[in-house]
Structures are given as structure tokens and as C-alpha cells.
């Protein structure tokens, strides 16, 4: 089984930065794609970015490419959402998710296997 826990959510002004953190049980990350995903109260939760197992291929919702970056840390095995410019319509919980590595990234919630918590991220106007 899985686990996987974020951190880093948090009140932030327009045009502020923040840094989301996966942590997973094991060497997971060297295994599986990682997505991070976001909802808002009444919605679909809403595909953000995606890392593949080896980090070599990224792949970001245009709502936030140039703003949002994925990536992995292999040593501390961590993989992060640093999302800087942020906007008020930015602010949902933030989740990451983990699916068996594939040749494809995927954006669709239902192919991801494990998901965390997630993690409040609110942005003020």
C-alpha cells in the first residue's frame, strides 16, 4: 500500500509563491508517474501537472505552464508543485497521486491508484 502525504498549502497573496510537497512510503516516486491534481468544493477535481517515474518528462494543465513547475527529488524522495504567480482562482486542495510508471503521462484522476490528503492552498485578491 501506498501512502502519500502533502504539505506546504497555505495563505497566500496574488502573485505569491508557494511550494507544495509529496512525500510517499518507500522508493515509490522511482516507480510510478506522480501527478498533482486540485478541487475545489462542488467540482471535479481538476488535473494540474504530472512527472514521470524516471523525472525526465513533465507535463502541466495550460492554466498554469510558466507559472507552476513539477519536479522530483530523488534523495529526499519528494516531489514538488512550486507554484509561483499564483491567482486567486488558484485556490482549491491540492493533491498528488501516483500511478505505475507508463510511456504516457496522464491527466485523467481515474488512472492514479494512490492519493494523499491533500493541502489547502488559498490565494487572496
Known amino acids: 500500500q501506498v501512502q502519500l502525504v502533502e504539505s506546504g498549502g497555505g495563505l497566500v497573496q496574488a502573485g505569491g509563491s508557494l511550494r507544495l510537497s509529496c512525500a510517499a512510503s518507500g522508493r515509490t516516486f522511482s516507480t510510478h508517474d506522480t501527478g498533482w491534481f486540485r478541487q475545489t468544493l462542488g467540482n471535479e477535481r481538476e488535473f494540474v501537472a504530472a512527472?514521470?517515474?524516471?523525472?525526465?518528462?513533465?507535463y502541466y494543465v495550460q492554466s498554469v505552464k510558466g507559472r507552476f513547475t513539477i519536479s522530483r527529488d530523488h534523495a529526499k524522495n519528494l516531489v514538488y508543485l512550486e507554484m509561483n504567480s499564483l491567482k486567486p482562482e488558484d485556490t482549491a486542495v491540492y493533491y498528488c497521486?501516483?500511478?505505475?510508471?507508463?510511456?504516457?503521462?496522464?491527466?485523467?484522476?481515474?488512472?492514479?491508484?494512490?492519493w494523499g490528503q491533500g493541502t489547502q492552498v488559498t490565494v487572496s485578491s
Open positions: 497521486a501516483v500511478r505505475d510508471a507508463d510511456s504516457q503521462l496522464y491527466t485523467a484522476s481515474y488512472m492514479y491508484n494512490y
Open positions: 512527472i514521470g517515474a524516471r523525472g525526465d518528462s513533465t
